[in-house]
């Protein structure tokens, strides 16, 4: 059908929203390449000599023969700290801002994402969302002139604000402009784009191209040309035609943005499903985030994307990142960078391979494959580790599970998570629901960034057998409770999830809007 097809303007218009997950994924791993040639600078700037292991008396250039020839900056004293602060730990306390400070903004911007879509358009939103990115970058591109460690933690804290914004953002509009048969291929995009930016970001933070002494500043600036690209690309997009005709009630507008998007003047499917939510949106009240749980329509399928995102951020990948550097240095691999660029491919590859696949096998078919595979990795991941100092060989084991792992993750619990939620709410319910799904997903990578390392101390190499447990568990809830989204209509998903409430529960008197756009005629 023509309305189902792959036209130029869709897939024009989905690259152009994908460019803010190609940031997203951009800023989350270039931070890490550079790590030394960063905390190199933050000893210049503060005028703390590798060697020096004493207390800091002052942070003002008071001792010429402590610093670099060359000209360092001041900060302004921290009070009594100063006198007590070892260097190392001043540096540690620093960087620690600088990477953790990303994630801070990113929790915060992500209740704002619907919202913002709301009042502005999609368009209009992640044309505002753009201004965080270009701020976040300049400073951090002009922070080798300055205060580097004030400036990247400033940086880094404000492009979180701009990739809080956009991790609700971009599924949502891109569910709300793909046609129903395209809407789980088009939706992986977003996992694909990001981790293209940050297998980017590795490749170009190698010490040969800009993660050197001389260039780490561009490096983390790089960010603006994506930015400035989608800012320009943005104005030959249309908006979304759900937004329009819906919350708009724009219909000449809706009907002219789904002919562009669908290269047909026959729109009258996409129409009659729209104006079937029209007309149950006409009588409900606007959804907060306490009307998501309260609201017996939208309760469960707000738990299904919460726990999607939870079983993503609790299933282990991290500490599979978090330890593969180590392994591929037991290894024997001379340098273990190339390798995690390596995991970084595969990362990408198979990100690609689950697009193809996610109309074809199913959503929930791919999440139970991509779960039930890492249950397995974690397990022979935590063997690998336990059995190293016996048998050596046993390093190959652990590097085959890390491969393994990222494959079966990339397979469905990467890219699902993000935009299954826009499948499971209607037009009402969808912008609280996104901005919530996608503040779950930054609390749990911050939660999991948090306590890892301590959790890893505490078990040692058996903290892979507990993520095989905790995946267990995400396992069986998706066999249970999560419905199978391909090729079905909001209002046909709706209806499954009351059918299953039914079940568990006399329905209660109609006095309120199914907000997840069904009605009972069927």
């Known amino acids: 059908m023509a309305e189902d097809k792959l036209t130029g303007t869709l897939l024009f218009t989905v690259f152009t929203a994908v460019l803010s997950s190609f940031q997203f994924g951009y800023d989350i791993g270039v931070i890490n390449a550079p790590e030394e040639t960063i905390k190199s600078h933050y000893r210049h ?13 002052s942070y003002t250039i008071n001792d ?28 540690t306390m620093f960087w620690s801002l600088s990477v953790s400070s990303f994630a801070v903004g ?55 604000l701009y990739c809080g914004l956009i991790s609700g953002l971009v599924p949502m509009y891109i569910g709300e402009i793909a046609p129903t048969t395209l809407r789980g291929a088009l939706g992986a995009l977003h996992q694909l784009a990001l981790v293209t930016g940050i297998l980017i970001s590795q490749i170009v933070g190698l010490d040969s191209i800009l993660g050197n002494n001389h260039h780490w500043h561009i490096l983390l600036g790089l960010s603006a040309v994506p930015a400035l690209l989608q800012i320009l690309l943005l104005f030959f997009c249309p908006e979304s035609p759900r937004y329009l005709y819906i919350t708009l009630e724009e219909e000449v507008k809706a009907k002219k943005s789904l002919k562009r998007l669908r290269g047909s003047d026959d729109v009258t499917k996409d129409i009659n499903e729209m104006r079937k939510e029209k007309e149950e949106a006409s009588s409900e009240q606007k959804v907060s985030i306490i009307q998501l749980f309260t609201n017996s329509s939208c309760r469960q399928p707000i738990i299904v994307a919460l726990m999607l995102h939870m079983a993503q951020q609790f299933s282990g990948i991290n500490g599979i990142f978090y330890y593969s550097t180590s392994i591929f240095q037991k290894a024997g691999i001379r340098k ?14 198979f990100t690609a391979l689950s697009v193809f696949l996610v109309e074809k096998a199913g959503r929930r078919s791919l999440f139970l494959i991509g779960m039930g595979g890492m249950f397995f990795c974690n397990i022979f991941m935590s063997l690998g580790l336990v059995l190293l100092d016996k048998f050596t060989w046993m390093s190959y084991v652990s590097m085959v599970a890390i491969f393994l792992n990222v494959s079966f993750f990339e397979i469905g619990p990467g890219p699902i998570p993000w935009f299954i939620g826009a499948e499971l709410f209607s037009q009402g319910p969808r ?56 090729g079905k209509s909001f209002e046909e998903i709706a209806a499954e999830f009351r059918k299953k409430s039914r079940l568990a529960e006399r329905p209660k008197p109609a006095v309120e809007m199914e907000f997840l756009g069904a009605t009972e005629t069927a």
Not at 45 to 57: E, F, M, S, T, Y
Not at 70 to 90: A, F, I, K, R
Not at 121 to 147: D, E, T
Request: charged share 10%.
């Open 45 to 57: 700037v503060l005028g703390v000599p590798l060697d020096d292991r004493k207390a800091i008396n």
């Open 64 to 91: 010429t023969e402590a610093l670099p020839t060359t000209p360092v900056y001041s900060t302004s004293p921290l009070g009594s700290e100063q006198d007590t602060m070892t260097p190392d730990g001043l540096i």
């Open 106 to 160: 990113g929790m915060i911007a992500s209740f704002f994402g619907g919202w913002l879509g709301d009042k502005l358009g999609r368009i209009k939103s992640l044309l505002v969302a753009n201004i965080f990115s270009l701020v976040g970058a300049l400073l951090m591109g002009c922070s080798k002139l300055g205060p580097s460690h004030i400036l990247i933690i400033a940086g880094r804290g404000i492009s979180g």
């Open 336 to 349: 273990p960078v190339y390798a995690t660029i390596g995991v970084g491919a595969i990362n990408t590859v």
């Open 431 to 486: 912008p609280a629901a996104l901005a919530l799904a996608a503040f779950s997903n930054w609390a749990c990578n911050f939660l999991v960034a948090l306590c890892f390392p301590y959790l890893a101390e505490f078990c040692g190499p058996y903290v892979f057998f507990l993520f095989s447990g905790v995946v267990l568990g995400f396992t069986l809830f998706t066999f249970f409770k999560v419905p199978e989204t391909k």
